[in-house]
């Protein structure tokens, strides 16, 4: 899988769900190994983030070393296995999860090793508290 290691300091949690899984869970981190990741508890949280990419894998294009980023959350299963996926549909993927909760670190982490397609690129003017919103002003 093509991947990139962003390093992540930037976190705005303005749904306080990370609290509420650290309070009260889990409630969506799993307690098994997950379908896509592979990962259990304990997981590292972090709600809306950005960062920087700090190393790129092999026959990844189109991203730079330095270049900040924000961050898709939704995790599927890259293998196209379930008939969603197969459809188009990884939104709403049966295996999948995201970012934070799932597995593959959160932006509590010091740095996450994500898929490319998940990576999106900020322009180099851009504040990372400022990148850290691309997500929560991408949901309705």
């Not at 093509?2 to 976190?11: K, M, N």
């Not at 894998?57 to 197969?86: E, M, N, P, W």
Request: aromatic share 8%; charged share 15%; glycine share 12%.
């Amino acid at each position: 899988m093509a991947q990139l290691r962003l390093l992540s300091f930037i976190v705005i949690n303005s749904k306080k769900s990370d609290l509420h899984d650290y309070l009260g869970g889990p409630n969506f981190i799993p307690t098994y190994s997950h379908a896509v990741t592979g990962e259990q508890i304990p997981i590292t949280m972090g709600h809306e983030f950005s960062g920087t990419i700090i190393e790129i894998s092999t026959g990844v294009t189109g991203f730079q070393i330095s270049q900040k980023a924000a961050i898709q959350l939704t995790i599927a299963d890259y293998r196209y296995s379930c008939s969603a996926c197969k459809r188009g549909l990884e939104n709403v993927c049966y295996n999948g999860g995201f970012i934070r909760l799932s597995g593959w670190g959160g932006g509590l982490s010091d740095t996450i090793c994500i898929p490319a397609k998940l990576v999106i690129p900020l322009p180099d003017n851009t504040p990372l508290d400022i990148g850290a919103l691309v997500e929560p002003l991408s949901v309705g």
